[in-house]
Nanobody
Framework: QVQLAESGGGSVQPGAYLRLKCTAPGNGFSMDAVGWYRQAPGEEQRQFVARITSYGPGYADSWDGRFMISRDSKENAVYLEMNDLKPEDTAVYYC????????????WGRGTQVTVSS
């Protein structure tokens, strides 16, 4: 199982912007289908946030337009841009490769912590 790596998290104030990055080990792994998930404090399950596939971007039903997913083919990376961050966005954010049914199939990495507080 391929394990993707997350980076870019941090501790910020409400209203701030962060850009998370998801990369694959080496250059040979395709980032054509990747999803972002998050696990908030006290929650047992990771929640789907966004995906990008050959069909384009897709977002959770709760999406309110503040988050944008994109892919940089040159860097072989997938980004999650997060605008106007709110305390409820506090979570560990993970990325994973997706199968043909858009389910995560790789090994989960360590994630990147995002903390939003004043």
């Amino acid at each position: 199982q391929v394990q993707l790596a997350e980076s870019g998290g941090g501790s910020v104030q409400p209203g701030a912007y962060l850009r998370l990055k998801c990369t694959a080990p080496g250059n040979g792994f395709s980032m054509d289908a990747v999803g972002w998930y998050r696990q908030a404090p006290g929650e047992e399950q990771r929640q789907f946030v966004a995906r990008i596939t050959s069909y384009g971007p897709g977002y959770a039903d709760s999406w309110d337009g503040r988050f944008m997913i994109s892919r940089d083919s040159k860097e072989n990376a997938v980004y999650l841009e997060m605008n106007d961050l709110k305390p409820e966005d506090t979570a560990v954010y993970y990325c994973n490769s997706l199968d043909a049914t858009w389910r995560p199939v790789g090994a989960w990495g360590r994630g990147t912590q995002v903390t939003v507080s004043s």
